[in-house]
T-cell receptor, first 112, second 113 residues
Framework: EAQVTQNPRYLITVTGKKLTVTCSQNMNHEYMSWYRQDPGLGLRQIYYSMNVEVTDKGDVPEGYKVSRKEKRNFPLILESPSPNQTSLYFC???????????FGPGTRLTVT | SQQGEEDPQALSIQEGENATMNCSYKTSINNLQWYRQNSGRGLVHLILIRSNEREKHSGRLRVTLDTSKKSSSLLITASRAADTASYFCATDALSSGTYKYIFGTGTRLKVLA
């Protein structure tokens, strides 16, 4: 089944404790992206990757890191999480930029 | 922020009625897409319209795009209770060979049975 998977689905952590949210797709998509969703603000793009080893900042990259070492995986790294990073995070992939995106189920992160 | 905006923010209609939601954006675009989200779950792609298209249909969905006004509308005809969801527009812009996406703030649609 074609899908985008994210892990974990729920995470509660404390300020400053490094964490990684994994994202994997099995559709051989070139383009992958991370978004955060906050009430009243819609989705905002954090980072995106046009293809392997090529990543770029979205609108809200501060406090986040990503890497794209292989086509299928695009982990999101929070080196020192802060409470303002409490949010619902989505990973998405598409055949290329400008195509329909397939979204993962979301990761609900709470930073206390 | 270059956030897109949608209106209305919330819409409540009776089953069988049509639902129209609008999206405005601020920059030149390559494509505009509409997505549906059920209650905090992942978004599902509905339809894509390119910047050189003015109207597109898919089943009960009709999308229009007016690039001169930087706006789009999504019409859902003969609404069903299962259409209850949040709807988002997303624009993409090609810049320096890369694509960035900007999503609207969404319209919450409630279809009453």
């Amino acid at each position: 089944e074609a899908q985008v998977t994210q892990n974990p689905r729920y995470l509660i952590t404390v300020t400053g404790k490094k964490l990684t949210v994994t994202c994997s797709q099995n559709m051989n998509h070139e383009y992958m992206s991370w978004y955060r969703q906050d009430p009243g603000l819609g989705l905002r793009q954090i980072y995106y990757s046009m293809n392997v080893e090529v990543t770029d900042k979205g609108d809200v990259p501060e406090g986040y890191k990503v890497s794209r070492k292989e086509k299928r995986n695009f982990p999101l790294i929070l080196e020192s999480p802060s409470p303002n990073q409490t949010s619902l995070y989505f990973c998405a992939s598409s055949l290329g930029g400008g195509n329909e995106q397939y979204f993962g189920p979301g990761t609900r992160l709470t930073v206390t | 922020s270059q956030q897109g905006e949608e209106d209305p923010q919330a819409l409540s209609i009776q089953e069988g009625e049509n639902a129209t939601m609008n999206c405005s954006y601020k920059t030149s675009i390559n494509n505009l897409q509409w997505y549906r989200q059920n209650s905090g779950r992942g978004l599902v792609h509905l339809i894509l319209i390119r910047s050189n298209e003015r109207e597109k249909h898919s089943g009960r969905l009709r999308v229009t795009l007016d690039t001169s006004k930087k706006s789009s509308s999504l019409l859902i005809t003969a609404s069903r209770a299962a259409d209850t969801a949040s709807y988002f527009c997303a624009t993409d812009a090609l810049s320096s060979g890369t694509y960035k996406y900007i999503f609207g703030t969404g319209t919450r649609l409630k279809v009453l049975a």
